[in-house]
């Protein structure tokens, strides 16, 4: 079954704009984890926001969790054409049941 | 640090026909992980390794999928007999968990993937 459901599935935007992605769960977790793949690539781990934060920054990256609205978003500032990739949340307690959703495709045009 | 590795890249099969996908984790990596990513999807976990025992194999189709971490190094994964809908990229990660209850989760490193085709 689908824990992770991204929203939305596709996002084209011009450089220097934000972007922003969400993520719906539906059962308990105990963290949850952006991932990005580039096409063709292995995924490459962004950030990790554990249950009892709410928010995260890593360089141009936002994340938030709202563990009552079964929640996350992943916020991009400053977009780049390099930022052109899917994007994944991953939710899974404490080191098992790792469920990864269908993705966000971002597009960043020049 | 070298990353995950991963062999072949690419492997195309006839249906019915087998086929064994092979992985090296990160050194030190106790966690290893097989998924299935079908285009256009994200990820499944197929079987998640702890040292060489399994942790959880819920959602791996048994009747024709078998992996193994006999050393608790590398491992293999093999399809046998293999499937029109077997066509995807088998992902191996792998990830630093110590051993216990109740710890916090780390990242997953991944490889980069072998995309199989069966036709």
């Known amino acids: 079954s689908q824990q992770g459901e991204e929203d939305p599935q596709a996002l084209s935007i011009q450089e220097g704009e934000n972007a922003t992605m969400n993520c719906s769960y539906k059962t308990s977790i105990n963290n949850l984890q952006w991932y990005r793949q580039n096409s063709g690539r292995g995924l490459v781990h962004l950030i990790l926001?554990?249950?009892?934060?709410r928010e995260k920054h890593s360089g141009r990256l936002r994340v938030t969790l709202d563990t009552s609205k079964k929640s996350s978003s992943l916020l991009i500032t400053a977009s780049r054409a390099a930022d052109t990739a899917s994007y994944f949340c991953?939710?899974?307690?404490?080191?098992?049941?790792?469920?990864f959703g269908p993705g966000t495709r971002l597009s960043v045009l020049p | 640090e070298a990353g995950v590795a991963q062999s072949p890249r690419y492997k195309i099969i006839e249906k019915r026909q087998s086929v064994a996908f092979w992985c090296n984790p990160i050194?030190?990596?106790?966690?290893l992980y097989w998924y299935q990513q079908i285009l256009g999807q994200g990820p499944k976990l197929l079987i998640q390794f702890q040292n060489n025992g399994v942790v959880d194999d819920s959602q791996l189709p048994k009747d024709r999928f078998s992996a193994e971490r006999l050393k608790g190094v590398d491992s293999t994964l093999k399809i046998q007999p293999a499937k029109l809908e077997d066509s995807a990229v088998y992902l191996c990660?792998?990830?630093?968990?110590?051993?216990?209850?109740?710890?916090?989760?780390?990242?997953?490193?991944f490889g980069p993937g072998t995309r199989l085709t069966v036709t």
């Open positions: 991953a939710t899974e307690n404490y080191g098992q049941n790792f469920v």
């Open positions: 990660a792998s990830s630093f968990i110590p051993s216990g209850q109740g710890h916090p989760s780390y990242e997953q490193y």
């Open positions: 050194s030190g990596h106790a966690t």
């Open positions: 926001i554990r249950s009892n934060e």
